[in-house]
C-alpha cells in the first residue's frame, strides 16, 4: 500500500507537490469547468425564454434545459471544483502525500460516469424532473442511477480526503494545528458526508421506484431527505468559499485571520448548524409542525448566520490588516482603494464576498423566516437568491482562485492577461443583476420555474405588472452580460491550461504572484494588529441594511394580509 | 497524575476547545449527529404520525 509518492518541489511556494495529488486536482478542475460551460450556457437559455420579448426556446424544452442548468452547474461544476479543492487543502497544504490515490482516481472516474450519464437522461427528454426530482414526477432509472454513481464517486473523494488527513498526521508532515484553510475544508467535507449520505437514503428507493421495485414514495418523506442533500450541498459551497476567500487572502496579500481561535469557531458553528437549515424548503409544507420549521431554521439557523457573520467581518478584517501592515494606513479606506483590483484573483473574490453578504445573506435570513417567506414562497425571489449565494458567492469564489490555480498547479502563465483583469467584474455585474432582477420580479409575484408569467391560456386572467415584464427584460440582459463574463472565463482557463507559457523557475521568480511564499496560507497564525476600523464601518452598513430590510419585509406582510 | 506528566507532556495542557478542533473525526461525528437527529429524525418522526387518509 505505502505507494511512494512522487514530489516535485514547487518553484513558487517552496512547498512540497504530491504529484498525483496535482494531476488529481488538474482532472477535477478541469472537468469542473467543462460542466461550468454547458450548464452557464443552458442558464442563458432559460434566462432568454423567461425574457417575455424574446420567449426563445418551446415549453418542453424550457423544462428540459432548466433541468439540466440545475444538475450541471450546481451539481456537477460545483462538486467537480470542491474535490480539486478538498486534495489541495489536505495533500499541498500541508505537503503530504494524497492518500489511496487509486480510489482517488476511481472517486474520479465514477463522477464523471455519474455525471455524463445524467446528462444524457435529461437530454433524451424522458426525465425532465427538475434537478429536485420530486416524487411523484419520474424520470427515466438512469437519470437517478447517473446521480447515485456520482454520489458514490464523491463519498470515495471525502474519504481520500479524511485518509490524507490521517497521514499527513502519521507521517508529521505539518505541526500542531492544520491551517485555516485546510480547516475550512474539513468544515466542507463533514457537511459533505451528510450530505452525500442522505442523497443515497432518498436516491436509491426512488431509483428502484422508477424501475418498479417499489410501488410509492411519500412525497412529503421524499421532500425532507432530499433536502437534507439538496440545501446541505449549498453548505458545502459556503464552507468551501469562505475557506477559499481566507485562501486567496492570505496568497495575495499575506492576510491572517484576527484570531485563529474565532474564525476556527466560526467553521465549528457552521458544522453543527448549518445543516438544519434544510427545513426552510419546507416551510410551507402541511405535515410538518411549526416547532420543527421553526427550531431548524430559526433558533439553530442563527448559529450559523453568527458563523457566516464572523466571517464576514473577519475576512475583510484580516485583508485590512494585512494592508495596514503594508503601510496603507491613511484614514479609513485606504487600505481598499489601494487593495489590487487589477488581479482578478483579489477582484473577484472581494465582491463576491459583497454579493454573497448583501445580496445573498440578507434575502437568505428574510426568506428562512417562517412568516416572511410566504411573501416570496416559490416565485422568482428564490432564484433570485440563490444566484447571489452559489453563484456570486461560490462560483466567482472558484472563478477568482482559478486565476491562482493555473499558474500554480498547471504550471501555465494566464493568457489574455487584459482580458482576466476585466472578467470577474463583467461576470460579477451581470450575475448581481440576475439576482438583483430574479428578486423584483418575484416580489411582484412572478412564479419561478414558469415558462409563461402571462398565464395565456388559463382559464382565470393573471396580471402582471408592467415592471414585472420590465425586470424579466433586465434580467434577460444581465444573464448576457454574466454569459459573456462566463465565456470570458472559459476561454482564459481552458486557453492557458493549453498555450499560457510554462511557469518555470525562471519565470516565477520574474513574476512572483503569491506574497511570501504563500506562508500565510500554509501555517497557523493569526494577526498580530487586529486594529480594523473600515471593516468596522463596512460591518455597520451591512447591519444598517439588514435591519432595514427585514423590517420593510414584515411591514409588506402585513399588507399582503390586512388584519383590521 | 505528577509521575504520568512526563509521558504525555503536552496532552493535558491542551485546551479543550483546541483538542475538539484538532480532531476531525469528533467533528465528523458531531457535524452529521447534529442534523440527523435535529432535522431528519424529528421530521420523520413527524410525517410518521400524519394519520393515514381512509
Ligand atoms: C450565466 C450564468 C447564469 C444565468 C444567466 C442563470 C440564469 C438562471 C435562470 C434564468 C434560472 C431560471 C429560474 C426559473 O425559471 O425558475 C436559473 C435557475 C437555476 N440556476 Fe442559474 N444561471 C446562471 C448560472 C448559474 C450557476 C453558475 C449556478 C450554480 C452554481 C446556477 C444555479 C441554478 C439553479 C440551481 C437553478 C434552479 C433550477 C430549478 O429551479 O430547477 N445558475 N438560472
Ligand atoms: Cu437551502
Redesign the pocket.
Known sequence: MASAANFRTCPDTGLKVDRTAEALIKANAVVAVVF?AV??LF??L??MT?WPAVHLLDADMFYLV??A??AD??LF??LFFEVAILYFASAILLNSRLATPKFAWLAFIMMVVGAVMANVAVLQGDSTV???SYVPMKAEPHFYLGLIIFAVGALIALFVFFATLVVAKNEKTYEGSVPLVTFGAITAAIIAVFTIASGAVILIPTWLWSMGFIANIDTLLYKIIWWGMGHSSQQINVAAHVAVWYCIAAMVLGAKPLSEKVSRTAFLLYILFLQLASAHHLLVEPGVSSEWKIFNTSYAMYLAVLGSMIHGLSVPGAIEAAQRRRGFTHGIFEWLRKAPWGNPAFSGMFMSLVMFGFLGGISGVVMGTEQINLIIHNT?Y??GH??AT??AG??LTFMAVTYLVVPLIFRREIILPGMAKWQPYIFGI??AG?SLF?MGAGTLGV????WDITFTDAIMSVEVPGTAFLMMGL?GI??LL??V??AMYVVIVVGSVLFGKRRDEAVAKANPIIFDGGAAVANYGSEEQVKVPGTIVLVAIFFTAFVLYYFVNWKFLSEVWPLS | MANKASETPDDQDIPFMQRLLDNPFILLFLGVASPTILYIVWGIIEVAQIPIAN
Not at chain 1, 412564479?447 to 414558469?450: S, T
Open positions: 461550468l450548464g452557464g442558464g442563458v432559460v434566462a423567461r432548466l433541468t442548468h440545475g452547474v450546481l461544476w460545483i427538475m434537478f429536485t422568482l428564490v432564484p440563490f444566484h452559489v453563484v461560490t462560483t451581470g450575475v440576475i430574479m412564479a419561478r420555474r414558469h434580467n444581465s444573464a454574466a454569459g463574463g462566463g
